[in-house]
């Protein structure tokens, strides 16, 4: 089950201010465990191959963007293109990483969500 509003819009078909709000909200709030746990675990894989704030480097542990992975997966559903799971990236991302903006933009988040998107379909 993914992300759907008081008017039965889903996270791809909102303006940029209300899910900067959502996502705000979920991080500020208690983030749900995901209910697709297969769903998480790709984007999960996929999000830590990119480890746009190389913490692994770092030695940090393989759960250090779970936060991000859990409200990801809670945002999108398996019909989501490509272009719309990028977007959601992103969104969360330069949210959460303020000083990653850069690294975050749709154009960058493509490569990702095509992993997850061939993932997806092959499952």
């Known amino acids: 089950m993914s992300y759907v509003d008081e008017n039965n819009k889903v996270f791809r078909d909102l303006e940029k201010s209300k899910k ?6 979920l991080w500020e ?5 995901p209910e697709d746990q297969e769903m998480f675990l790709i984007i999960r894989e996929a999000i830590n191959k990119w480890d746009p704030g190389d913490f692994f480097s770092c ?3 393989k759960d250090e963007y779970d936060c991000e992975n859990k409200i990801i997966t809670s945002l999108i ?3 989501y293109s490509i272009e719309e ?4 990236i ?3 991302f330069s949210f959460v990483f ?3 903006e850069n690294e975050c933009t749709l154009e960058k988040c493509l490569l990702i969500a095509q992993e ?4 997806i379909n092959s499952k």
């Open 20 to 25: 900067v709000d959502i996502i705000s909200s």
């Open 29 to 33: 709030g208690e983030i749900p465990e």
């Open 59 to 61: 030695g940090c542990p």
């Open 77 to 79: 559903n398996q019909s």
């Open 85 to 88: 799971i990028a977007d959601c």
């Open 90 to 92: 992103s969104c969360v």
């Open 98 to 100: 303020k000083e990653l």
């Open 116 to 119: 997850i998107r061939e993932s």
